[in-house]
């Protein structure tokens, strides 16, 4: 054998090894992004829960507004529905309609100091608002794993692999326009 084919052979076996690294990199990074998936998953179903036992606790007092149940039940629907899907998009857009029905169902209990001192009510706003504060941390891990991912395809070398082996960008979680605005208090008290 002659030392040119043992370069060229160790040139082609190099640049295999290397590509399995770079395929391995790829894959580690895909499987980040669904385990942060499945943490914000576990967490939007543990507050699904939850909310129908605070719209049915706010019912118990008959003059609490429906129209602001109504809001927080469809919201919930909808973000149940993207859930399943695993609709990234949707899930967004969704979360921050619930996100804005909850803000509201949080304000207009104000004006009921009876729910208020409900030691349900207050158990549940409690818990509903630690599992918000979880899903925020989850879906900032979840962003920065996609971030990670959609940048590694893109750059020289790891994308001539991700083509081959049709690596796809991943979408952010992006909040929704309205609830990355200031809040209108005035709007809130005024339903």
């Keep these: 054998m002659s030392v040119t084919a043992i370069v060229v052979l160790a040139l082609i076996a190099i640049a295999v090894l290397y590509g399995i690294v770079i395929y391995n ?106 599992l918000e504060n979880a899903i925020a941390d989850r879906r900032e891990m979840y962003n920065e794993s996609v971030n990670v991912h959609n940048v590694r395809i893109e750059q020289f070398p790891d994308l001539l692999v991700a083509r081959l082996l049709q690596f796809a960008a991943r979408p952010l979680l992006e909040f929704s326009t309205a609830e990355k605005a200031d809040v209108d208090l005035k709007t809130l008290f005024d339903n």
């Excluded at 899930?91 to 909850?102: D, F, I, P, T, V």
């Design 25 to 130: 990199n790829l894959v580690r990074l895909k499987h980040n992004i669904a385990k942060a998936w499945a943490n914000i998953d576990v967490l939007l179903k543990q507050r699904h829960d939850e909310l129908p036992k605070l719209v049915e606790v706010c019912r118990q007092y008959k003059q609490f507004e429906e129209r602001t149940l109504t809001r927080v039940i469809e919201a919930r629907s909808r973000v149940s529905e993207a859930r399943a899907q695993q609709d990234v998009p949707a899930l967004g857009a969704a979360e921050g309609m619930l996100r804005m029905g909850l803000g509201q169902l949080f304000a207009v209990a104000e004006a009921y100091p009876e729910l208020k001192t409900n030691e349900h009510f207050m158990q549940l706003q409690t818990r509903i608002t630690s």
